[in-house]
């Protein structure tokens, strides 16, 4: 059974400061992850990928991969209130298209 | 450009009843992927087709679910004689590389 663990929370940081959101996964085999954005009562929107071990940043955000230890984990700097959303990791393993999600995360961005 | 596109957004139907949702994939897309998601629950894998071909379907829940995609671009998810724990919302995304998923707006299932 291939897992994906994600804390529910919520997670509630202040407006600015640094929100970080963590995932883990039990498949040493996975190769692929994902974060996605999801809003309340929305699609689940694709904001980073990352392939291999270390930190991938595209704007804001940076994703953080460890595969020797199994987790992912996404760094929101400067958060926005706009930021508040369900975060969902979603992992695939190696040589399957199919990709396992997580429950997700709500994080609150309070001004 | 045009994003994923499903119909009906809304759907309410009464027990026994047959329903067909529809998914258009964004133009160019390989793969598409049919999920259910709960509330408060990640989306959960039913299928998905690279073109015409349907290479899993192992994620759904029994004979009464079946898609196609005859023409490897709209696809079409029908439930046979639904039933009330077949209620949820049904998203549908599709993919071009390395597996990155773009969702549509979901149908929001109901069934009485």
């Known amino acids: 059974q291939k897992e994906v663990e994600q804390n529910s929370g919520p997670l509630s940081v202040p407006e600015g400061a640094i929100a970080s959101l963590n995932c883990t996964y039990s498949?040493?085999?996975?190769?692929?992850f994902f974060w996605y954005r999801q809003y309340s009562g929305k699609s689940p929107e694709l904001i980073m990928s990352i392939y291999s071990n270390g930190d991938k940043e595209d704007g804001r955000f940076t994703a953080q991969l460890n595969k020797a230890s199994q987790y992912v984990s996404l760094l929101i700097r400067d958060s926005q209130p706009s930021d508040s959303a369900t975060y969902l990791c979603?992992?695939?393993?190696?040589?399957?298209?199919?990709?396992?999600f997580g429950r997700g995360t709500s994080l609150i961005v309070h001004p | 450009g045009a994003g994923v596109s499903q119909s009906p957004r809304y759907k309410v139907t009464k027990r026994g009843q047959d329903v067909a949702l529809r998914c258009d994939p964004i133009s160019g897309h390989v793969s598409l992927y049919w999920y259910r998601q709960a509330l408060g629950q990640g989306p959960e894998f039913l299928t998905y087709f690279n073109y015409e071909a349907q290479q899993d379907k192992s994620g759904l829940p029994n004979d009464r679910f079946s898609a196609e995609r005859p023409e490897g671009s709209i696809s079409t998810l029908t439930i046979q004689r639904t039933e009330q724990r077949d209620s949820a919302m049904y998203r549908c995304a599709s993919s071009s590389k390395y597996n990155e998923q773009f969702f549509g707006p979901g149908t929001r299932l109901t069934v009485l």
């Open positions: 979603a992992v695939n393993t190696g040589g399957s298209y199919i990709p396992t």
């Open positions: 498949d040493r085999v996975s190769q692929s």
